[in-house]
């Protein structure tokens, strides 16, 4: 399908259409602080930020979610599955980096093994329309991973910030069906794509090179026991900052609240970063220190993940990098990895 | 480099030539403009790494109970009254730590700067005598310093370490006389629905990475109360019930022992304003006990001591 420009001004009409069917979930900011939240009226998203300080997974992976809720109270047990999501989302504005992250939450909770119900239910309901990054922060390495500041997968439409004009184009069947109501907007001429071609060309150059993990996974194969692993976590607090921002760190607890009559049955994010993590019902814990947790961190992202999908489970955001308490820079210790200078043996 | 950076160095390089300590934690430049990050330097020709100056953000006293070797730590004044905390509950023995302690003029508020800058990128940040000179695209802004400290230092009346074995750099001038608790009075004067909406929507932000905890230095139990399950003391939810109870039960377990370091702040992801609580139990320790928290080795600790002139007007 041919690309549409969309001029600015008409954004807000864009967004009211969409408001009018659909749950609208975009960046908006509060007290400097900008996050991805349900849209109240089009005039709340804010479109000329960088990135939005929590990842979006939350969107399809909340936090907490209620998975079942039970009741022995009467003459029989009751178990009541909570229901799954039904209403429609569109997620309007979110960067490719970002957008490229449902892919890989995809494909652990559509795994060949295990669908995830309550995470594809919202996830069928949800369309992406992402935003290119010309100016990628700082602390981005989308490039490095896989991705693109232009990437468009995991994104149903993509627009462009052209200066006075979004440049819209169609990704998929899903993002199609989105702009059939969309009669008002012209095609894009040669102009714009010509534009876009410059951004991206701009926002490519910028990132390369960045971070190089050329064969991490096979590097860190070797790793289990070096050195390296002793030393690195020594400044981490042990927080969940990295984790928690993260777009793609998936894992979760399962916890029961409640008395042993009635309560819910909860799904929780979780932390390898955490000493609970893995501590077990005997008090044992095989990861007993940042060490351990680290290496796991590392090893799930940048080696199992390679392993099970073939692609490192991290998408270049930098909220790892950016928010760490102590500076603790994932960029460096993958540089670091990678370099010959790290294997010192065990 | 300042001359502050250079001496840090060299006794750095001294005690670990000496052997007198195995290891000495202090700051090394970060990767970020306004950002620094802890470092441990066990090498005396690895010293030059450190530095000194006003991003140096962390607590590092929080490194301390989880050291097993000897160690040199560059403490500016909440760090040394950390380490007092410390040592007075019996977390640190006196001969394991060597402080080198740095008079402090205060840290720079990376998120009041961002703020300042509307979400303009920084690129590049340069700390001059009383000015920050911050570049990015399009832009150059010379920032007061002064303006963007931290609140924490604003609030600071202890900027020269109370306890070393070195002082480095010239002793600074002490805060002025003003009310310190002023943010406070300020808060405790708005009516109850305002302050409860407040704590609401400030909690509504956070996350449960527990940050704020693991970067305090006087949160170092080995089970914090949080991570047991039986009993669960505590929903791990975002649920408001939740995040407010794990903040409130944070703040009264250093209620009497919180140095107002600011460190939970700092690390703070989502700018949750974590010391709200915290300065209040600070104030009331003040007034009722006449007790400031890291200021004395030998004072007892107001919570864990009792005398029989104790006022007793509670009970009724």
Known sequence: MTPLRVPKQQVAGLLTALLDQYQVIAPVEEEGLVTFGRLGSPEEAVLDYRNARVSPKGLLFPQAEVLLTYNLASERAELQEAPQQQERQVVFGIRPCDARSFVLLDRVFEGNAWHDGYYLSRRRNTTVVALACPRPGLACFCASVGGGPFSTEGSDLLLTDLGQEYLLEVVTDKGAALTEAWSEYGEAGEDSLRRKAELQQGAEAALAGRVEIDGIDRRLKGMWDDVFWERLHEKCLGCGVCTYLCPTCHCFDIVDEGSDRQGQRLRLWDSCMFPLFTRQASGHNPRPTGKERWRQRLMHKFCYSVDSYGEVGCVGCGRCVVNCPVNLDLRHVLNEICSDRTHQGT | ?316
């Open chain 2, 1 to 316: 480099m300042t001359d502050v950076a250079q001496a840090i160095r060299d006794t750095a390089r001294r005690l670990l030539a000496d052997g007198r300590v195995d290891v000495v934690i202090g700051f090394e430049a970060g990767t970020l403009p306004l950002r620094s990050s802890p470092c441990f330097v066990r090498d005396a020709g690895d010293t030059d790494r450190l530095v000194w100056n006003m991003t140096c953000e962390n607590n590092l006293a929080r490194y301390l109970p989880r050291v097993e070797e000897k160690a040199g730590i560059v403490a500016k004044g909440c760090d040394a009254r950390s380490i007092v905390g410390l040592l007075t509950e019996g977390r640190l023995e006196r001969e394991r730590v060597y402080v080198i302690g740095v008079p402090c003029q205060g840290i720079l508020d990376r998120r009041s700067i961002e703020r300042r800058l509307a979400g303009k990128e920084i690129v590049q940040a340069q700390e001059g005598e009383t000015e920050v000179l911050v570049r990015g695209e399009g832009f150059e802004v010379a920032l007061s310093k002064e303006e963007h400290l931290h609140a924490s230092c604003r609030a600071c009346r202890s900027r020269n370490p109370v306890i070393y074995d070195t002082l480095v750099g010239d002793p600074v001038a002490e805060g002025d006389g003003a009310d310190e608790y002023a943010d406070v009075r300020e808060f405790e004067a708005k009516p109850a629905a305002e302050r409860w909406a407040y704590f609401l929507a400030q909690t509504s932000r956070c996350i449960r990475c527990y940050a704020c905890r693991n970067a305090c230095p006087l949160c170092y139990c080995r089970t914090c109360f949080t991570d047991v399950t039986q009993p669960q003391w505590l929903g791990r939810t975002t649920d408001p019930t939740d995040t407010l109870v794990f903040h409130i039960a944070r703040a009264l377990h250093v209620a009497g022992r919180c140095v107002d370091c600011g460190a939970c702040d700092r690390a703070c992801p989502l700018g949750v304003d974590v010391r709200k609580l915290t300065r209040k139990m600070e104030k009331d320790v003040e007034k009722f006990f006449h007790h400031k928290a890291g200021m004395s080795l030998d004072e007892p600790l107001p919570l864990a001591t009792y005398s029989l002139d104790d006022p007793e007007d509670f009970v009724q």
